[in-house]
């Protein structure tokens, strides 16, 4: 009998280990199932983080432009005030020489500068213009410019033909007025 008590042991421990290997299987293959499903979900978060880590860059940047356009708005001054070191007076107070003759010179300046300017828009209405507009020189044009009030700072000669003829064509009475009828013959 003791053979087949021990045949019977050993076919019993035998399955038993087979039935333990095969819950050790089952355990594993489910572990294995929830650790890829855990993996997949952990996949799918990252992309939507790096999706809102994308989204935070873009409005960081948008915000950043939109601070920078305030900013320029804000330091921006509409009127410049001049520096002066002189304080504008009605009356002649004077503590020196020096500053009665600067003041003299300033104020001479001033009243010349003036005159200029008079005697320009004199000149202006005064003034027959001749010749074909694009062999004129600069200062020429810039008088005609001038003449039709056209802004004329800061161009070279011809950006300055370009505005004239556009004036002139725009307005062909003044092609028959007599300032500037021999520039059109």
């Known amino acids: 009998m003791p053979s087949s008590s ?17 819950l050790k299987n089952k355990r594993l293959q489910c572990e294995n199932v929830l650790l890829q499903a855990r993996f997949a979900q952990a996949i799918e978060d990252n992309a939507q983080l790096a ?3 994308d989204a935070a860059d873009a409005h960081a940047i948008i915000a950043g432009q939109q601070f920078s356009v305030y900013k320029y708005r804000f330091n ?14 009605s009356e002649w107070v004077l503590t020196s020489k020096s500053g ?18 008079v005697q320009k828009k004199r000149n202006a209405n005064d003034l027959q213009f001749s010749g074909n507009i694009k062999q004129l020189n600069k200062s020429d044009l810039i008088d005609i410019a001038f003449s039709l009030k056209i802004s004329y700072k800061g161009a070279s000669k011809n950006v300055l033909c370009v505005p004239l003829n556009a004036h002139f064509e725009a307005n062909q009475d003044l092609k028959k007025h007599p300032h500037y009828v021999s520039l059109f013959e």
């Open 51 to 53: 999706e809102q880590c």
């Open 6 to 22: 021990s045949s019977a042991i050993t076919s019993y421990s035998s399955s038993s280990s087979t039935k333990c290997l095969q």
């Open 76 to 89: 921006k001054k509409t009127k410049k005030k001049e520096a002066s070191k002189w304080v504008q007076t």
């Open 100 to 117: 009665e003759k600067e003041i003299r010179e300033k104020n001479t300046k001033k009243v010349q500068a003036q005159n200029e300017k």
